[in-house]
């Protein structure tokens, strides 16, 4: 079982960076395929990026890609999504997930922490 705390969000001005971390917690952490996910108002969640077992691998949603950079530190058991060029339109609650293989559909993730905000204002 795998335990998950998002942190880093906050409200940012458009066009500013943010590094969301998440904190694993378990010794399988390093066995997991990780995924972020957000959700905006009024909006279902949607993937953004995930991250396969060893970091080797990673994809994005295009709305994000050239923008955002998934990673992961499995010595530290920590995830992190960096985010660069922030637009208003990124504007949600960002969630961080694991499964044991690569997805992209958040149905199909095991666990979830419990998000962190990010606002980004015009």
């Known amino acids: 079982q795998v335990q998950l705390v998002e942190s880093g969000g906050g409200l940012v001005q458009a066009g500013a960076s943010l590094r969301l971390s998440c904190a694993a917690s378990g010794r399988a952490f390093g066995t997991y395929a990780m995924g972020w996910f957000r959700q905006g108002p009024g909006k279902e969640r949607e993937f953004a990026a995930a991250?396969?077992?060893?970091?080797?691998?990673?994809w994005y949603a295009d709305s994000v890609k050239g923008r955002f950079t998934i990673f992961r530190d499995n010595a530290k058991n920590m995830l992190y999504l960096q985010m660069n060029s922030l637009k208003p339109e990124d504007t949600a609650v960002y969630y961080c997930a694991a499964r044991k293989t690569y997805s992209t559909r958040d149905q199909e993730y095991d666990y979830w922490g419990q998000g962190t905000q990010v606002t980004v204002s015009s």
């Open positions: 991250i396969n077992w060893s970091g080797g691998i990673t």
